[in-house]
Each structure stands twice: as C-alpha cells, then as structure tokens.
C-alpha cells in the first residue's frame, strides 16, 4: 500500500478520476481511504476495514493469514483497472490477430497494442501494464508472437544458484521459447 500511495503520478491522477462516489467504484474507493487515512496520520491507520472488504471479495485475503504482497497489488490493481476502464461498455471480444502474421514484427505489436487499447483503458493500464511480444519459435521451424500484458514481469529464479544477477533473469525471460508441435 504505502509503495502505491507514493508513487508520484498514481494518486494525483486518480485523485482526478470521475464518479468515484459510486458501488462500481468499491474497491478504488477503499484504496483512496486508505490514501487520505495516510496522508493524514500521525501514526498508525486502521487497515482493518480495507483487510475485511478484501477478504469478502477474495478469501486468499480473509482472515489474518499472511498474504503474498505481489499477489494482493496484483488483484487490487486489477480491480481498480476494471471499476476505472473507460471502455466497460465496448464488449469487444478477446480475438487472435491471425491476419497480422504477415507483417513485420513492430507491426505486429502496434495492431495488438491498439487491440488491446480499445478494450482496456484505465489509469491503471497507462501507468502500470507492460504490453510484452514473444517469440515462440517450435522445433518444426514455425514461429509465432504472443503479445500479453503484464502488471509484474514473473522472472524465474533458479533452484540451483548461488548468485542472483537481475539482467540475466530478464535476458532469460524474452528468450525465443522453443516448443515442439
């Protein structure tokens, strides 16, 4: 929460949100609560009724069970990214772009950016999604690109290392995946 409520153009810009008074806006609302709670405390905030609305929403966070960080900003910012999309009445469907595979792959990537753009946008989307294209390249010598969107990037973390060196787990990462038909 506080690395959120400190990022510099996350709250002034959603501060600047329309019709946040509203039940479709119930977990931007609980966040912003927490934000005015902060901003004016002296010391500590009771987080209390942020945890149970969580917890009646999801119950990976109800009750007083430690939670994984990443998973809870994940979800708080998915929902936030929901309640504020402006384009919730576009019910454009979810479809591959097989007609783009002739193309470049810049290309390909700016048709599934502008896709993706008229489905989603918030100011969640804007400031926090990495639009990410891979390569996915089978042993029979096909090749394809998948363009997905990230909140974090999951970077694998070898069992067997003794050294963690972070440019080589993001190289790691955007490697060609090679898979077998």
């Keep these: 929460l506080q690395t959120l409520i400190h990022c510099p153009l996350f709250i002034p810009k959603l501060l600047q949100q329309k019709q946040l008074t509203n039940n479709e806006t119930l977990f931007t609302n609980h966040f912003l609560n927490i934000c005015y709670q902060m901003k004016k405390a002296t010391n500590e905030i009771d987080i209390t009724p942020f945890k149970k609305f969580l917890g009646s929403k ?67 989307t804007d400031l926090f999604y990495l639009f990410i294209g891979k390569t996915l390249r089978c042993q029979c010598g096909q090749e394809s690109y998948v363009f997905n969107e990230y909140l974090d990037i999951p970077l694998q973390i070898p069992d067997n290392i003794n050294t963690i060196i972070i440019n080589e787990l993001i190289r790691n990462f955007f490697k060609i995946e090679v898979t077998s038909h």
């Design 58 to 124: 999801y119950k990976l966070f109800e009750g007083s069970k430690q939670n994984d960080a990443v998973e809870f900003c994940r979800k708080l910012l998915e929902n936030i990214s929901t309640e504020l999309n402006e384009k919730k009445n576009n019910n454009l469907p979810f479809v591959e772009l097989t007609n783009s595979f002739s193309k470049p792959k810049r290309q390909r990537y700016e048709i599934s950016l502008n896709y993706h753009r008229k489905r989603e946008k918030s100011i969640i």
